[in-house]
């Protein structure tokens, strides 16, 4: 099984395209986000499938039950094979979701608690600490018969305890860095906390090779 994912978020379709150019569909797949998916549409969806790359499109769909399902429907025609939604959207939105999609082959993944989010944010929206919000997603998550969730790596065990769902880790850094992210890991060490997917956006995207950064990654962790 392919376990990196590799987060593209670009605005120019050129720009987006030469990034595509330089990467290998047999060790990565292609995470398609808001920003991307915004600026370009299908147009980019098409331009990864073409090239043979599997596909995270992650929108993280969040609103009423109805309105989620019906915005599923009309994704699952794409050559998509994930999703993303937010399990903080209630049981019945996420059991919508889980439904529309499953009239497809695409997985759906429930955000649990942004990365970005450190304890202090968490406390302060949901009144509890992040690895508490990502455990109480995790019993809605499990109710609602998932296929899987997104979580920091710093939350895996909890997410390992529940044997029915798969884990989609972002907040993936190669060594400390000063940027969004608060909770973070290398992709060595969540891949050993059992990962069975990780997010690497700006670690490949911005480097001066794209490919060797790619391969030392796929490396690193096989």
Do not use: W
Not at 117 to 125: P, Y
Not at 147 to 174: A, M, Q, W, Y
């Amino acid at each position: 099984m392919i376990k990196i994912i590799v987060a593209i978020d670009e605005i120019e379709f050129n720009v987006f395209k030469n990034i595509i150019d330089q990467l290998n569909n047999k060790i990565c797949i292609i995470k398609i986000g808001s920003v991307s998916f915004n600026a370009l549409g299908h147009k980019a969806i098409t331009y990864v499938a073409d090239k043979g790359f599997k596909i995270f499109l992650d929108l993280k769909l969040h609103d009423i039950p109805n309105t989620v399902s019906k915005t599923i429907s009309g994704l699952i025609s794409l050559p998509i094979s994930m999703m993303t939604i937010h399990v903080s959207g209630g049981l019945k939105m996420v059991k919508a979701a889980q439904d529309a999609a499953n009239e497809s082959d695409i997985k759906v993944f429930g955000v649990t608690a942004l990365t970005s989010l450190s304890d202090n944010d968490t406390q302060s929206i949901f009144k509890r600490t992040a690895s508490e919000q990502v455990d109480v997603m995790l019993d809605l998550a499990e109710e609602a018969r998932l296929d899987g969730v997104v979580c920091s790596p710093h939350e895996l065990e909890l997410v390992k305890k529940r044997n029915t769902l798969l884990s989609i880790t972002p907040g993936i850094r190669l060594s400390k860095s000063q940027d969004d992210q608060s909770r973070v890991m290398t992709p060595k060490e969540a891949i050993s906390k059992g990962a069975d997917y990780i997010v690497i956006g700006r670690p490949i995207t911005n480097a001066p090779n794209l490919s060797e950064a790619l391969q030392e990654i796929y490396n690193s962790i096989r």
